[in-house]
């Protein structure tokens, strides 16, 4: 639905709706407001005609439901025509600035005898543009949104990484406290005897080996665990080839020429060419 | 002394009198509003007549009461033209009045009780609020003789007369 006009006087915007009831005897309030905050209904004109027999009773309410207490409405006119002629009525109620989003579905209900023609509701409104001062720029106490900064996030937070350093601190202090206790100082004399000794020591472990492997061999072989191959040397005789073709004219002979089977295979080319063209040219 | 004295101060005094205004304002609790001007339609040569099924259009006056049951609507439909072409022959007047709009469900009552006497209808205005009255008028040139050509126009007559 379209709004029928705003006027404007200082910063409060005044306007009117177009028929409510245009399209029957109920309507949704939202699509007869603008969704304007703070939007307040000020008055409400409807019109109708009430078509009835003089005699019968006929009461017909204007009224909208109240969004803020349910079962309640927030307008509500009431017309008696009981023991009246029927006829055209017009009436203009202000309202006392109520909130737009306290207006629920409105609608004309009819009891007793008779019925409502040609109704006619319009709703007249007022609001502030600037009821929320960040919906413009203009507005006086608009304040300029700030970004928002993604926040980044420090790995050093993370659980893992921090139980990683800290395993890593508890083993470099450990390493720090036994170094302490033995009281070396790295590249002292102290430190290259002690190298060199480490050394010794593994040329005299690799030494040990060695000779417990060759006690073992000796052991495995005294008791003809291996088979004799096992370590009898292989001979390696000598193969000499001496291919060759002796050429003496025949194998020339029977070769055919090159450039005879070229010509014969251009022969074909242009045959087989010729054979398909004449099926196209058909 | 005293007695000069007392006369010159009884003297004095009536020079000092003034009369004192008392100022107020009564506003109007009855307004007559013009809402729509009648048109003559012209259904036969001899007849003029706002009936919209003659092709006229019915003239239609708002009364805005703020008082309720304070003022009577009087209205007189016309009895002459106030401008028209010469007329040789009479000319024979109806009319009537009627409520036509309402700003109170009561007010359609107002139909009922009216009093009508000549030309003229008298209602009852019993409720505040607004009220249109509508007017019917026809006019029958004498001697079934049809109305010389040119403009005519004739006055609605629509009062609001305290009770």
């Known amino acids: ?282 | 002394m005293f007695r000069k004295l007392l006369v010159c101060a009884v003297f004095s005094a009536s020079v000092a009198a003034e009369n004192v205004p008392i100022n107020g304002t009564v506003e109007g609790n009855c307004i007559v509003v013009p809402d729509t001007s009648g048109v003559y339609g012209n259904p036969s040569a001899d007849v003029l007549s706002t009936a919209a099924t003659d092709g006229g259009v019915l003239p239609v006056v708002r009364y805005d009461v703020v008082l309720a049951d304070y003022y009577k609507a009087v209205i007189t439909t016309p009895t002459s033209f106030s401008q028209s072409p010469g007329l040789a022959d009479t000319v024979a007047w109806t009319g009537s009045a009627a409520v036509h709009e309402v700003s109170d469900a009561g007010m359609s009552a107002y139909d009922t009780n009216k009093i009508e006497y000549n030309a003229t209808t008298e209602f009852d205005l019993t409720i505040a609020g607004s009220t249109w009255f509508e007017m019917e008028s026809k006019a029958e040139y004498g001697g079934d003789k049809p109305f010389p050509g040119g403009n005519y126009t004739a006055m609605v007559e629509a009062n609001c007369i305290a009770k």
């Not at chain 1, 003809?224 to 005789?237: C, D, E, G, I, Q």
Request: with cysteine; proline share 5%; charged share 25%.
């Open chain 1, 1 to 282: 639905m379209v709004y029928s006009h705003f006027s404007y006087s200082s910063d409060i915007v005044f306007g009117q709706s177009l028929n409510a009831a245009s399209d029957g005897m109920r309507w949704v309030m939202t699509n007869v407001l603008p969704q304007q905050m703070g939007l307040e209904v000020t008055n409400v004109l409807y019109r109708y005609t009430a078509v009835k027999d003089p005699d019968t009773g006929m009461i017909v309410y204007v009224q909208n439901e109240d969004t803020a207490n349910e079962g309640e409405y927030v307008f509500r006119s009431v017309d008696d025509w009981s023991g009246l002629p029927g006829n055209t009525i017009t009436k203009s109620i202000p309202v006392n600035a109520i909130l737009g989003s306290r207006f629920g579905d409105g609608e004309i209900v009819v009891e007793g005898e008779g019925r409502v023609d040609d109704p006619f509701i319009v709703y007249s409104y007022r609001f502030d543009p600037c009821f929320n001062p960040q919906s413009s720029p203009d507005c006086e106490g608009f304040i300029p949104p700030i970004p928002d900064i993604p926040e980044v996030a420090d790995p050093l937070e993370d659980d893992y990484v921090q139980d990683e350093i800290d395993r890593k601190a508890v083993m470099r202090s450990e390493e720090d406290e036994e170094e302490e206790r033995e009281g070396v100082v790295e590249g002292s004399e102290e430190d290259l005897e002690k190298q060199m000794l480490e050394e010794r020591l593994g040329i005299a472990m690799e030494s040990s080996l060695a000779a417990m492997d060759n006690a073992t061999e000796m052991a495995l072989a005294n008791m003809n665990v291996f088979p004799n191959s096992y370590s009898a040397s292989l001979t390696s005789p000598e193969y000499v080839s001496k291919a060759y073709i002796s050429d003496n004219g025949t194998l020339v002979k029977t070769l055919v020429r090159q450039s005879r089977g070229i010509r014969m295979n251009n022969a074909q080319d242009k045959l087989h060419r010729a054979l398909v063209r004449s099926q196209f040219e058909r």
